[in-house]
């Protein structure tokens, strides 16, 4: 029998589970990707994220022509709405099955669906795998047999059962030789960025490798810092984390390498641990989307997970639009917040740290629907990546499964202070305020006017004032939030 795989956010031609089922079940193995129109016609023209995919599929297509050991093997690409061209494709090809990794965002879910009912129209089968994710789904549940929402114990759950069952990758090696050629009509160069539409972006000049052996650099580099992340992880200022979460993203990654990794130093070092608990995280939200659909519908429309909390009244009209104006253009006067939000607008990642700071600021400080915050970071975030974004936002906001108490408020000043005690991130986005004292720099505000004269700073003219006062906004949000009080 011959096969397709399709492939999606899982750009790598190791480890990989559907390639791997695909190769053990069938004598012919084509390989495709679909730049699918249905997403890329609502996104801008530069979109670092395009372009990541597109260097990624140029080494992929390498990658399994190499494995194949013919040059003519490798990546079919196809530019078309990915719903229609996959059927297409698999009759045109003549396969008797597809393969694919599961998604478990509520648009691709819905795409699969028809997917496989289009399929099966034509007698084709569907075989989607676990890929993306240690644990998915109802794979873990409490004893009572319902699904978590409370990390703590999730993370013991996942803990006890993980071993090395659901830790070893995929041999797709092994059965490379079930690679076919491509038909020549289909042996095309992968798409120029020009041929769907799409302009470059500054990515080359981020320390953003792209592609599996972009993510393997990251990691190799990574691997030398393990130990101390636990130490690292919260300051900005520092290279502490892995930077590996738009790899994670789009596959470039595998998920079991990641993990095995850190569980098995976990036990020597802290740093192995901390880390892999974050990979814990990754997974407690995927099943908290799978597991609570209404916190994100398909068009993207989430809903608090904690239904009380949709009764809040955030700022409205004029004045809640020139306050979000204001946050995502990195203008709020409070230096932490703005240097995050020009990290974002600049190099599409923002630090852990900074994006549970901005998040806080844009729903408790300005009063802003946290909806609209998902949305622009949904926008501009490499790694954007729905089940970590929405939870990250119901975090932040208090209505999540596991968030933090409603009247728990980070101070932006207290936080700025703490986490970059000598302003060597604000000064990387503020180069005017780096003149400013470090104990200046976290409320310039404050600073003495014979210290701002030296820095030659002008505020209202070189940097905002607050376009809040953090006190002031506090009292507000707690009585904002007094509806859910009773409930919380
Ligand atoms: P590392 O610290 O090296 O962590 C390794 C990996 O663990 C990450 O790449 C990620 O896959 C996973 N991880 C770490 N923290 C979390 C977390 N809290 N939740 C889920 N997974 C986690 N992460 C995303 O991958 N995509 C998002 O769209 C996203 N949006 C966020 C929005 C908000 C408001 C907040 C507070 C957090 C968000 N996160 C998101 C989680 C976290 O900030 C990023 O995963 C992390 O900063 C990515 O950088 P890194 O790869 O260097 O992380």
Redesign the pocket.
Same mark, same amino acid.
């Given at each position: 029998p011959a096969g397709l795989v399709w492939f999606r956010r899982d750009l790598r031609a190791n480890d990989h589970a559907a390639l791997y089922h695909a190769l053990r079940h069938c004598r012919q193995v084509h390989c495709a990707f679909v730049f699918d129109t249905a997403i890329l016609q609502g996104l801008p023209q530069q979109d670092r994220r395009v372009e990541f995919i597109r260097e990624s599929l140029v080494q992929l297509d390498e990658a399994l022509r190499q494995l194949a050991g013919r040059p003519g093997a490798g990546l079919i690409v196809r530019h078309a709405a990915a719903e229609a061209e996959i059927p297409r494709l698999a009759r045109e090809l003549g396969v008797q099955s597809v393969f694919a990794n599961h998604d478990y965002e509520p648009g691709a879910a819905a795409r699969d669906a028809r997917v496989r009912g289009a399929l099966a129209h034509a007698g084709i089968a569907l075989h989607t795998s676990k890929d993306q994710a240690i644990f998915e789904g109802e794979e873990l549940l409490t004893q009572a047999g319902t699904a978590y929402s409370v990390f703590t114990p999730y993370k013991r759950a996942w803990l006890a059962k993980v071993d090395a069952f659901y830790l070893k990758s995929y041999p797709v090696e092994r059965h490379a030789a079930a690679l076919a050629e491509r038909p020549a009509t289909l042996r095309k160069e992968v798409s120029t960025l020009e041929d769907i539409g799409f302009e470059p972006t500054n990515l080359w000049q981020l320390p953003v490798p792209p592609g599996a052996q972009g993510g393997r650099a990251l990691l190799d580099d990574?691997l030398t810092r393990l130990d101390r !992340?636990h130490a690292t &992880?919260d300051f900005p200022g520092v290279k502490g984390?892995?930077?590996?979460?738009v790899h994670? &993203?789009f596959g470039t990654v595998s998920i079991r390498e990641l993990a095995r990794l850190a569980h098995v130093r976990a036990s020597k070092s802290e740093g192995a641990a901390t880390?892999l608990s974050?990979?814990i995280? &990754?997974d407690?939200?995927f099943q908290i989307l799978s597991n609570f659909p209404h916190v994100a519908d398909e068009a993207g429309n989430g809903r608090s997970f904690r239904r009380e909390y949709d009764a809040i009244a955030w700022e409205k009209g004029a004045r809640a639009r020139q306050l979000f104006a204001a946050w995502c253009e990195g203008r709020t006067g409070y230096p932490i917040v703005d240097a995050a939000m020009h990290q974002l607008n600049q190099t599409g !990642?923002?630090?852990?740290r900074l994006?549970?700071v901005a /998040?806080s600021f844009l729903c408790k400080d300005l009063g802003v629907d946290w909806r609209w915050?998902e949305r622009y970071? /949904?926008a501009h975030?490499n =790694? !954007? =990546?729905l089940s /970590?974004?929405n939870?990250?936002?119901q975090? /932040?906001s208090s209505s999540g499964c596991d968030a933090q108490p409603y009247f728990r408020i980070f101070n932006p000043v207290s936080q700025s202070r703490k986490f970059d005690a000598d302003g060597k991130f604000i000064a990387r986005y503020l180069p005017q305020l780096a003149k400013l004292p470090a104990a200046a720099m976290h409320a310039p505000w404050e600073a003495r006017p014979e210290e701002l004269e030296a820095a030659g700073l002008a505020l209202g003219r070189d940097y905002p004032r607050p376009i809040v006062d953090h006190d002031e906004a506090r009292r507000t949000t707690l009585q904002r939030y007094s509806v859910v009080k009773s409930k919380a």
């Amino acid at each position: 029998p011959a096969g397709l795989v399709w492939f999606r956010r899982d750009l790598r031609a190791n480890d990989h589970a559907a390639l791997y089922h695909a190769l053990r079940h069938c004598r012919q193995v084509h390989c495709a990707f679909v730049f699918d129109t249905a997403i890329l016609q609502g996104l801008p023209q530069q979109d670092r994220r395009v372009e990541f995919i597109r260097e990624s599929l140029v080494q992929l297509d390498e990658a399994l022509r190499q494995l194949a050991g013919r040059p003519g093997a490798g990546l079919i690409v196809r530019h078309a709405a990915a719903e229609a061209e996959i059927p297409r494709l698999a009759r045109e090809l003549g396969v008797q099955s597809v393969f694919a990794n599961h998604d478990y965002e509520p648009g691709a879910a819905a795409r699969d669906a028809r997917v496989r009912g289009a399929l099966a129209h034509a007698g084709i089968a569907l075989h989607t795998s676990k890929d993306q994710a240690i644990f998915e789904g109802e794979e873990l549940l409490t004893q009572a047999g319902t699904a978590y929402s409370v990390f703590t114990p999730y993370k013991r759950a996942w803990l006890a059962k993980v071993d090395a069952f659901y830790l070893k990758s995929y041999p797709v090696e092994r059965h490379a030789a079930a690679l076919a050629e491509r038909p020549a009509t289909l042996r095309k160069e992968v798409s120029t960025l020009e041929d769907i539409g799409f302009e470059p972006t500054n990515l080359w000049q981020l320390p953003v490798p792209p592609g599996a052996q972009g993510g393997r650099a990251l990691l190799d580099d990574f691997l030398t810092r393990l130990d101390r !992340y636990h130490a690292t &992880r919260d300051f900005p200022g520092v290279k502490g984390p892995s930077y590996l979460g738009v790899h994670l &993203r789009f596959g470039t990654v595998s998920i079991r390498e990641l993990a095995r990794l850190a569980h098995v130093r976990a036990s020597k070092s802290e740093g192995a641990a901390t880390w892999l608990s974050e990979l814990i995280w &990754r997974d407690f939200y995927f099943q908290i989307l799978s597991n609570f659909p209404h916190v994100a519908d398909e068009a993207g429309n989430g809903r608090s997970f904690r239904r009380e909390y949709d009764a809040i009244a955030w700022e409205k009209g004029a004045r809640a639009r020139q306050l979000f104006a204001a946050w995502c253009e990195g203008r709020t006067g409070y230096p932490i917040v703005d240097a995050a939000m020009h990290q974002l607008n600049q190099t599409g !990642y923002m630090h852990n740290r900074l994006r549970m700071v901005a /998040a806080s600021f844009l729903c408790k400080d300005l009063g802003v629907d946290w909806r609209w915050g998902e949305r622009y970071f /949904a926008a501009h975030l490499n =790694d !954007y =990546d729905l089940s /970590a974004n929405n939870g990250g936002w119901q975090w /932040a906001s208090s209505s999540g499964c596991d968030a933090q108490p409603y009247f728990r408020i980070f101070n932006p000043v207290s936080q700025s202070r703490k986490f970059d005690a000598d302003g060597k991130f604000i000064a990387r986005y503020l180069p005017q305020l780096a003149k400013l004292p470090a104990a200046a720099m976290h409320a310039p505000w404050e600073a003495r006017p014979e210290e701002l004269e030296a820095a030659g700073l002008a505020l209202g003219r070189d940097y905002p004032r607050p376009i809040v006062d953090h006190d002031e906004a506090r009292r507000t949000t707690l009585q904002r939030y007094s509806v859910v009080k009773s409930k919380a």
